[in-house]
């Protein structure tokens, strides 16, 4: 009864048949518009007698209507709800006329009209009253101010049941993106800060937000949100996860990909370190317990062997639910999943050396609260209750195999977002870097010369990579020195190769240690470099589509409509095609462009291992590299090439 609770902590020594506390309950019905909380207070038992004694006082009729009405053998509840609905907003009162205004009054004044939508089962109409009535008034309350709280928490546990029984995707169908929006910023405003809505609630609210902008496919939106609150999501929820990771792939966000990517891989090394110390852990906790039964043993010795509770209790903890045989297992020989339960096990039954009230069932079914606590004093029972609370801080929830398989899946899913959405962010980048190079690097250079560097440099290379190479692919990689001619086909490619191999010799010349002239001039050339990957590709799939009746739509990123599926060779797929359009599609469609000997993954393998090589680098638009940097990556661009050409098939 929050009505009455409120009136005593007011008035002190008021009583529930008071004419004061009578008037209370009007002022909430009818200036608050608390409809549904002065009907909890008349449902009351003990408030019938208070009615029955006010029937004759006009000024509480409406009370005595209620109390009537909660009275009555009315057996339908729509017939119930629509008297409740008239008398809180009139007789002419149509609660499907969503745009009428309503006699009520107060901040709470569309609860119970809420409330009805909600408890009818009307799911469409209870979304239009929030965006047209609720969600403008609860956007506009106070959440340092007491009762602007406690509003807000009503209209956010009805939103919360309407939210869980919109779940269901034939009904999440009529939700409308405005609405997740409005959704999304009621809770950025209000909700987020308010205390009297509980950290669960919160958590429960994003969580079901987050499924409704995957469905909706607000996918940035979504990733928005997550970066927003991510203290409230619970990365270790797999459906959490599989929503995150489904909005992950079409955000075209390589920051806020990185942020989850990192958030994930903290769950990930919470299991590993957790499987790593299980043994030290198990070995301080029964070590604990075996010295607590050896107090017991020295101070109550007696008693146990005599037929007494301590006995019983000593005899139930330790043997009958297997508590000593346990803490006396080889550890280091069982296998996880057996080292997982017991501990857990061990960390549950600790507790009885610190209070008596906690319950144990034995094997054999057995239900007791062995009070230990009173056997070993208070002191010992904190000392395990610290060293529990320690190691319960460490343990994970149940089900640590299946989270394990399923955070790294995401984790993998995750590292291939990245390496797409860092190549798509790289070509506009590698493109800026070129245009700046354009105004410095004015002098020409001797195609003849640079074309005899060129060759010198690609035959000379050898399959030495941080990726192993099979016997296959050495002898693939070996052939394709001699193939520089497949490389060039695309004039772009040897113009870039070409100039990109003829300065590289000159800085090499001309280098001088810790001049920065000499680390913007080697950001330069490699950005050709980079950029020659970007056009051999883009030349190749031409190619392959003009030899082929018909292949897969390649995915651009366009401005206006996002990520939009075009033809090879289309207008949209020379102006806005990059690196990481590429990389998806080699992903997805790569075994169509390869020989028939070559493993697309492996292909795929030693194009992220290059693009890890420019990401560790730091290069962009506003960097400078190092000599030794771009010496790196101007080696391992150069290997790619040559496995492209390798193992593509034209």
């Given at each position: 009864?929050?009505?009455y609770?409120?009136?005593?902590?007011?008035h002190f020594?008021a009583?529930?048949?008071?004419?004061?506390f009578?008037d209370?309950?009007?002022r909430q019905?009818?200036l608050?518009?608390?409809?549904?909380?002065?009907?909890?207070?008349i449902?009351h038992?003990?408030?019938?007698?208070?009615?029955?004694?006010?029937r004759?006082?006009?000024?509480?009729?409406?009370?005595?209507?209620l109390?009537?009405?909660?009275?009555?053998e009315?057996t339908l509840?729509?017939?119930?709800?629509?008297?409740?609905?008239?008398?809180?907003?009139?007789?002419?009162f149509d609660p499907f006329?969503?745009?009428?205004?309503?006699?009520?009054?107060g901040?709470w004044?569309?609860?119970?009209?809420?409330?009805?939508f909600n408890?009818?089962?009307?799911v469409?109409?209870?979304w239009?009253?929030f965006?047209?009535k609720?969600?403008?008034?609860?956007a506009?309350?106070?959440?340092?101010?007491a009762?602007?709280?406690q509003?807000?928490v009503?209209?956010?546990n009805?939103?919360?049941?309407?939210?869980?029984?919109?779940?269901?995707?034939?009904?999440?169908?009529s939700?409308?993106k405005?609405?997740?929006?409005?959704?999304?910023?009621?809770?950025?405003?209000?909700?987020?800060?308010?205390t009297?809505?509980?950290?669960?609630?919160?958590?429960?609210?994003?969580?079901?937000l987050?499924?409704?902008?995957?469905?909706k496919?607000?996918?940035s939106?979504?990733?928005?949100?997550?970066?927003t609150?991510k203290?409230?999501?619970?990365l270790n929820?797999?459906p959490?996860?599989?929503?995150?990771?489904?909005?992950?792939k079409?955000?075209?966000?390589?920051?806020a990909?990185?942020?989850l990517?990192?958030?994930?891989?903290?769950?990930?090394?919470?299991?590993?370190?957790y499987?790593g110390?299980?043994v030290?852990?198990?070995?301080?906790?029964s070590?604990y317990?075996?010295r607590?039964?050896?107090?017991?043993?020295?101070h109550?010795?007696?008693?146990?062997?005599?037929?007494?509770?301590i006995?019983?209790?000593f005899?139930?903890?330790?043997?009958?639910?297997e508590?000593?045989e346990?803490?006396?297992?080889n550890?280091s020989e069982?296998?996880?999943?057996d080292?997982?339960?017991?501990?857990?096990?061990l960390?549950n039954?600790?507790?009885c050396?610190y209070?008596?009230?906690?319950?144990?069932?034995?094997e054999?079914?057995n239900?007791?609260?062995p009070?230990?606590?009173?056997?070993?004093?208070w002191?010992?029972?904190?000392?395990g209750?610290k060293l529990?609370?320690?190691?319960?801080?460490?343990v994970p929830d149940?089900?640590?195999?299946y989270?394990?398989i399923?955070?790294t899946?995401?984790?993998?899913q995750?590292?291939?977002f990245?390496?797409?959405f860092?190549?798509k962010?790289?070509s506009?980048?590698v493109?800026a870097?070129?245009?700046k190079?354009?105004q410095?690097?004015?002098?020409p250079?001797d195609p003849?010369?640079a074309m005899t560097l060129?060759e010198?440099?690609?035959?000379?290379?050898?399959?030495q990579?941080?990726?192993?190479?099979?016997?296959?692919e050495k002898e693939?990689f070996?052939?394709a020195g001699?193939q520089?001619?497949?490389?060039l086909r695309s004039n772009?490619?040897?113009?870039l190769l070409?100039?990109?191999?003829?300065?590289?010799r000159e800085?090499?010349k001309?280098?001088q240690?810790?001049n920065?002239q000499?680390?913007?001039k080697a950001t330069?050339?490699i950005?050709?470099?980079?950029?020659?990957?970007?056009?051999f590709?883009g030349?190749?799939?031409?190619?392959?589509?003009?030899?082929?009746?018909?292949?897969?739509?390649?995915?651009?990123?366009?401005?206006?409509?996002?990520l939009?599926?075009?033809?090879?060779?289309?207008?949209?797929?020379y102006h806005y095609?990059t690196?990481?359009?590429?990389y998806h599609y080699i992903?997805?469609?790569g075994?169509?462009?390869?020989?028939?000997?070559?493993d697309?993954?492996?292909v795929v393998?030693?194009?992220t291992?290059?693009?890890?090589?420019?990401?560790?680098s730091?290069f962009?638009k506003?960097?400078e590299?190092?000599?030794?940097?771009?010496?790196?990556?101007r080696?391992e661009?150069?290997i790619l090439?040559?496995?492209?050409?390798?193992?593509?098939?034209n």
């Open positions: 009864m929050d009505i609770q409120e009136f005593s902590a007011r020594g009583y529930l048949d008071s004419e004061e009578l209370y309950m009007l019905w009818l608050k518009g608390r409809h549904l909380d002065v009907c909890h207070v449902d038992p003990s408030f019938t007698k208070v009615i029955n004694e006010c004759d006082d006009e000024r509480y009729a409406l009370l005595v209507e109390s009537d009405l909660y009275g009555s009315i509840a729509s017939q119930y709800n629509e008297t409740l609905l008239a008398l809180a907003y009139g007789e002419e006329e969503l745009d009428q205004d309503t006699k009520a009054k901040d004044r569309y609860h119970l009209w809420f409330y009805f408890n009818e089962g009307y469409a109409e209870s239009q009253l965006n047209l609720i969600y403008p008034l609860c506009t309350l106070n959440n340092t101010r009762d602007h709280m509003t807000l009503r209209y956010f009805e939103l919360s049941v309407l939210m869980d029984k919109t779940r269901d995707p034939d009904i999440l169908e939700v409308t405005k609405t997740i929006m409005n959704l999304y910023d009621l809770f950025l405003q209000v909700v987020h800060n308010d009297l809505i509980d950290f669960a609630t919160k958590r429960s609210f994003c969580k079901r987050i499924h409704m902008m995957k469905y496919e607000m996918h939106v979504g990733l928005e949100f997550y970066i609150f203290d409230l999501f619970d929820d797999i959490t996860v599989i929503s995150l990771v489904n909005l992950s079409f955000a075209y966000d390589y920051h990909v990185h942020v990517h990192g958030d994930m891989r903290t769950v990930q090394y919470r299991i590993e370190k499987k110390d299980i030290s852990q198990l070995t301080k906790i070590e317990i075996l607590m039964k050896n107090v017991i043993e020295e109550h010795g007696g008693k146990i062997n005599e037929d007494s509770f006995q019983a209790d005899n139930f903890f330790f043997y009958e639910c508590i000593e346990m803490c006396t297992a550890f069982l296998p996880f999943e080292q997982d339960a017991i501990l857990r096990n960390l039954a600790m507790i050396f209070k008596a009230d906690k319950t144990l069932t034995s054999e079914g239900v007791k609260e009070a230990l606590n009173l056997l070993i004093g002191e010992l029972g904190n000392e209750m529990r609370n320690r190691v319960l801080s460490l149940e089900g640590i195999e989270r394990e399923m955070i899946d995401a984790l993998i995750l590292d291939e990245l390496t797409e860092y190549l962010d790289l506009p980048d493109e870097v070129i245009q190079a354009n410095y690097d004015l002098e250079i003849k010369q060129l010198e440099t690609f035959t000379s290379l050898h399959p990579s941080a990726l192993i190479f099979g016997e296959e693939r070996e052939k001699r520089l001619p497949r490389l772009e490619v040897r113009r070409t100039t990109a191999e003829a300065k590289w800085l090499e001309d280098f240690p810790e920065q000499s680390s913007q330069f050339i950005a050709d470099y980079v950029k020659a990957v970007e056009e590709f030349h190749e799939l031409v190619k392959t589509r003009g030899g082929k009746q018909t292949m897969p739509l390649i995915d651009v990123a366009m401005p206006e409509s996002g939009t599926s075009v033809e090879i060779g289309s207008e949209e797929y095609v690196l990481g359009s590429f992903s997805a469609n075994t169509s462009l390869l020989k028939e000997n070559v697309k993954v492996h393998e030693y194009l291992h290059w693009v890890n090589s420019i990401r560790a730091s962009g506003e960097a590299l190092k000599i030794e940097t771009a010496q790196v990556l080696r661009t150069m090439l040559r496995r492209l050409v390798a193992d593509f098939a």
